[in-house]
């Protein structure tokens, strides 16, 4: 289970908590503009845009879970287990494996309207990356400055919301998880007005009241409302600094703590592997893992984008402490 946002300052930022029982050596990894995009049904792409993202650590192949590209077009999967459906070949479509789907998307387009236009002739087909990797069920968030969609593989279709909140988590589709919101239109970061009853005096008590009924479980619909509630809220300064670190509070309200979430393993739990964040005008991709809380870049203009391999960047795992006497 996952959560995906983004926040708009000054520039825009973009970025997911990735919550799983288990990691596959996740790494920043840059594609270079001349690196070779094979792909299962179409022709490879020998020259795009640049790229920088967390693959898994499968040597050859960035299996993408979220990455921005040079123009600032960002997209991240997530699990969409139960919804996501794949089809098979398509002779009148452009066929799309999931796990092609960011870098063909983030090959081509250098914004939002453009990855909508190449989403209308996508087929995503049902094709397993290896035998030991098989198909994650997902959906997509893809996002740039101007506006975000939610991208969804359902039975009937693939379908393309707008994304007014700039939020997504799991299930349900997004339509659903939008929808849920009206439960919470009462809430505020204001405490409210006594409209209890006229000849009833209850006091203010604490300051915060205003969001009580907010949900704080770690459900993915609850954390849809909540992290779409501290985003709509959100203040900070338009510089990098205050704007990166408030992004990453924005996503630590629903981070997943080791212990609390439960899977069928009985010595497995879900929580945060790790929290990206892009700043994707900058082209830096910032990050934290579960064991270090110290906030670790990798910049994408810093590197030769001319080049034809890919560049890996392992993530800092442990915890840095800065003694201070």
């Known amino acids: 289970m996952c959560t995906a946002s983004n926040y708009i300052t000054d520039n825009h930022y973009f970025g997911r908590n990735f919550d799983y029982e288990i990691s596959y050596h996740e790494r920043v990894t840059i594609t270079p503009r001349n690196y070779v995009f094979d792909f299962r049904k179409i022709d490879a792409i020998e020259s795009h845009y640049a790229i920088i993202g967390i693959a898994a650590g499968v040597d050859g192949y960035p299996l993408y879970y979220d990455a921005c590209n040079e123009k600032g077009l960002s997209i991240a999967g997530l699990n969409f287990a139960g919804n ?33 236009e190449l989403l ?74 006594n409209t209890f009853g006229d000849n009833i005096d209850l006091d203010e008590y604490s300051r915060g009241m205003g969001g009580m009924g907010l949900p704080g479980d770690l459900s993915s619909s609850s954390r849809f409302a909540k992290v779409a509630f501290t985003r709509a809220n959100s203040y900070s300064g338009s510089d990098e600094a205050s704007s990166v670190s408030q992004f990453f509070h924005i996503l630590g309200s629903v981070e997943q703590q080791n212990g609390c979430t439960f899977i069928d393993d009985p010595n497995l739990f879900e929580y945060t592997i790790y929290t990206s964040c892009y700043s994707t005008e900058k082209g830096v991709l910032y990050y934290r893992t579960y064991n270090n809380s110290q906030i670790s870049a990798v910049s994408l ?23 201070i006497n």
């Open 120 to 193: 209308k002739e996508i087929n995503l087909v049902n094709i397993n990356f290896a035998d030991e990797l098989p198909l994650s069920p997902l959906h997509w968030m893809i996002s740039d400055k101007t506006e975000a969609i939610v991208v969804e593989p359902l039975e009937d279709g693939l379908k393309i919301y707008d994304n007014p909140v700039g939020v997504l988590t799991n299930n349900p589709p997004f339509d659903k998880q939008l929808f849920t919101l009206n439960n919470f239109r009462h809430l505020s970061n204001r405490n409210p007005e």
């Open 301 to 323: 203009f810093n590197e030769d984008l001319e080049s034809d391999s890919l560049i890996n960047y392992n993530l800092i795992s442990d915890e840095q402490i800065n003694f």
């Open 84 to 116: 996501a459906c794949y089809l098979e070949y398509n002779d009148d479509m452009v066929n799309i494996t999931p796990f092609e789907l960011i870098p063909y998307l983030l090959s081509k387009a250098s914004n939002v309207g453009e990855a909508r």
